[in-house]
C-alpha cells in the first residue's frame, strides 16, 4: 500500500504564499506521476499541476504564473508553492500519485492514490 500525507495548508492574507507538501510512503514501490488538484466550495475538482518522475510539469492556466510544482524523488514528495495567493484560490488541496508496487511475490500493481487534503483559506 501506498500513502500519501499532505502539510502546508493555512490561512494567508491576499497576495501571500504558501508551500504545500506531499508524501509517499509504502513498501516497494515507485512514483511516477505526482500531481496537485484542488476543489473549492460548490465547485467540482480541478487540476493545478502535474510534474512526471523525470520532471516535466503541466499547469492550469490560471497557476503558471503564480505556482511552481516540484519533487524530491528520492524523498518521495511533491511540493507546490504558491505565490501572489488570491481569495479564489480558496479550496481543500489535495495530491495524488500514480504508482507501481510490488506484491509479496514480486507481482506489479498499478495504481492511483490521493492524500487526505488540505485547506488552504486565502482571506484578509
Known amino acids: 500500500q501506498v500513502q500519501l500525507v499532505e502539510s502546508g495548508g493555512g490561512l494567508v492574507q491576499p497576495g501571500g504564499s504558501l508551500r504545500l507538501s506531499c508524501a509517499a510512503s509504502?513498501?516497494?514501490?515507485?512514483?511516477?506521476?505526482m500531481g496537485w488538484y484542488r476543489q473549492a466550495p460548490g465547485k467540482e475538482r480541478e487540476l493545478v499541476a502535474d510534474i512526471t518522475s523525470s520532471g516535466t510539469t503541466n499547469y492550469a492556466d490560471y497557476a503558471k504564473s503564480r505556482f511552481t510544482i516540484s519533487r524530491d524523488n528520492a524523498k518521495s514528495t511533491v511540493y507546490l508553492q504558491m505565490n501572489s495567493l488570491k481569495p479564489e484560490d480558496t479550496a481543500v488541496y489535495s495530491c495524488?500519485?500514480?504508482?507501481?508496487?510490488?506484491?509479496?511475490?514480486?507481482?506489479?500493481?498499478?495504481?492511483?492514490?490521493w492524500g487526505q487534503g488540505t485547506q488552504v483559506t486565502v482571506s484578509s
Open positions: 509504502g513498501s516497494r514501490f515507485t512514483i511516477n506521476t
Open positions: 495524488n500519485a500514480d504508482y507501481i508496487a510490488y506484491t509479496y511475490h514480486d507481482e506489479p500493481v498499478v495504481g492511483r492514490v
